[in-house]
């Protein structure tokens, strides 16, 4: 499996549950829509909780403050990427995307990176 990680900050003129609500309610079914053109199977938000727990651990390890979130997107393999990102339906879907998130997301502040999973347990 490859698996794109968005680490996300939201904007500075956004609320945090503005930036939680339209991500879930708007952006994620957007992400649904597109999923096929992209080549993309599995798609997962993961939204910022327990600030309190959060602040200890930064602490404790010297770290800097957390990302408002994680997305998280999967496809079977290097080729299913390769294809649904090279695709004319694929490149509209994309555009789509980083138009939508433009919205929400504070490009500067955030970080993407493509990974391989490798299960441990």
Not at 48 to 74: A, C, F, H
């Amino acid at each position: 499996m490859i698996k794109l990680v968005y680490c996300l900050r939201k904007r500075d003129d956004v609320s945090h549950e503005s930036f939680y609500q339209y991500w879930l309610s708007e952006h994620g079914p957007l992400v649904k829509s597109v999923a096929s053109a992209i080549g993309a199977i599995r798609y997962v938000q993961s939204h910022t909780t327990l600030p309190e727990l959060n602040e200890l651990m930064l602490k404790s390890r010297g770290l800097q403050g957390p990302y408002d979130g994680i997305t998280e997107v999967w496809w079977e393999d290097q080729a299913a990427l390769e294809r649904g990102m090279a695709s004319l339906e694929g490149i509209e879907a994309q555009a789509q995307l980083i138009e939508d998130e433009s919205r929400f997301i504070d490009f500067g502040q955030s970080s993407i990176f493509m990974t391989e999973e490798h299960t441990i347990f």
